[in-house]
C-alpha cells in the first residue's frame, strides 16, 4: 500500500491532506485534541505522550494509517487515525477529531471517507466469512458530528459513560475473601499475566477483541503512563483474579486520578472481587492526594459494570457515543 494509493479526492477546496510526521506533528495533533475536547466536554483528555506514543502502535504506520488536514493558512483542524489492533481485522478503530469550526466545511466527511477505503484494504486481511465493521466515537454533546457520522453511513452503537467520584476523605475497603490476597504488580516480571487475566475478564464484553500482547504492552506501559505501584492484582495463590490498571493523573488532567482498567476473570465473580480493587484503588489514589477520581465504562454493560462502580460511589458526568460502519456482512466474532 502506497500513500498516493490513499489519497483523500474528497476533500473541500481550500483544505490540503497529508500524512502524519510524529516527531514534527505530534504537538499540533495535541492541541487539535485538546482544543476539541475542551470545546465538546470542557475538559482536556489528551497528553502529548499519549499522541507520540500511540504512533508506534505495533502495526501502525503513520504514511498509510493516519491523514492530517490543514486550513489555507497551514493551520490544523482535523486528524484521522487507523487502528487495525485486532488479530482477526474485523474491528479496526477509527480516531477522529475535527476543530468545531472546520465541522461545517465537509473536511469531517472527507477524512470518514478516507477512513472507509482504508478500512476495505484491512478488511481483505479477514476471513472471508467474517462480519467486517469500523469503529469510532465522538462526545455525546457533539450533535455536529455525530449528523456527520450518520450521514457518512456510520450507524450509532453504543453509549459510553465517563464516571467519578469526589472523595472528601480516605474511602473504607471491602477486603478481600480469603485466600485472596491485594499486591501490586511486578515491572518486568508481571506483564504476561496481567495480559493474559485481562484478556480473559474482557472476554465477555460487549464488542471486545483480543489483542497482541505486544500491542497491549505498549499503550499499557508507553501510551498511558507506566507505574507498577499504581497496578492493584488480587491474587489467588499464583493466579490472578482480578485487576486494577490505574493512573495518578487522567489523561489531559492533573486534578483527577484514574482506574484505567478494572476486570475480574469468570471464575471469581461474585465474590466482591471487583467492589474491594475499587475501592482499594480510590484509597491509594486519595493517600496519593487524588479527591477526584474517573473511569469509562460501557453504559450497557453486559457485566454488570456499571452497577459496580454506582454501588462504588461513582455518578456519570459525561457521556459519548459509539458509532460503527458496516464494511462487511458475516459471522460476527464479537460479543453482543
Sequence with gaps: MTVSELSMPNLPMGFSAKAVEPDADSAAVTALCEATAIADDGV?????QAV?????????????????????GGRLVGVVEFYDSDEQHVAPFV??????RALASGVAEALLAWAAER???AADLATPDLRVALHSNTSGVNRAMQEIFERSG????????????????EPSVPPLRSPLQLRTARRGEDEPAIYQAEMEAFADHYGFMPRPYETWLQIATMVFPYDPTLWFLAVDNDEIAGISLCLLDQLGRTDSGYVGTLGVRPAWRGRGVGLSLLRHSFAELYRRGKRRIALHVDSQSLTGATRLYERGGMHVVRESRAYEHVLRKGRELRPT
Design 52 to 72: 507520540r506514543e500511540s504512533y508506534n502502535a505495533p502495526g501502525f504506520d503513520p504514511q498509510t494509517d493516519a491523514r492530517l488536514v490543514m486550513d489555507t
Design 119 to 121: 478500512g476495505r484494504r
Design 154 to 169: 456510520w450507524q450509532f452503537e453504543r453509549m459510553n459513560w465517563e464516571m467519578e467520584i469526589d472523595l472528601e476523605e
Design 95 to 100: 480516531f477522529i477529531r475535527v476543530l468545531r
Design 44 to 48: 482536556s483528555d489528551v497528553t502529548l
